[in-house]
């Protein structure tokens, strides 16, 4: 992948979580910018997601650990655990907002 297909890859998943938060009925605040997406629940902790350019890889920081998501056969899949980016970020999210959260994309 070059750093355009990563920067097209990467800001439509920013922008798809988004979305994703503004059709839910939950009190979650989000911001974004340069790359960089944080989301705020009701209890204050938070959930960043963040570009790393150099790496061609997104960045996952939860209450509870963090992430690195590497682009393979489609998808953004954990390096480390090898968890699926959308799942992940549910499971987290669920856990962090202490109600069940599907983020659609």
């Not at 009190?27 to 974004?32: A, I």
């Not at 204050?44 to 998501?69: E, Y």
Request: charge should be negative; avoid cysteine; charged fraction near 25%.
């Amino acid at each position: 992948m070059n750093d355009v297909e990563y920067d097209e890859l990467t800001d439509s998943v920013l922008l798809a979580v988004e979305e994703a938060i503004e059709k839910l009925d939950l009190d979650l605040d989000y911001e974004s910018h340069g790359g960089l997406l944080s989301i705020t629940f009701p209890d204050r902790s938070k959930i960043i997601i963040n570009k790393q350019p150099p790496l061609h890889q997104l960045w996952v920081a939860t209450k509870f650990n963090g992430h690195h998501f590497e682009y393979r056969d489609g998808q953004w899949m954990d390096n480390r655990t090898g968890s699926e980016f959308w799942q992940l970020l549910n499971d987290a999210a669920s856990k962090q907002a202490g109600v069940p959260v599907n983020l659609e994309h």
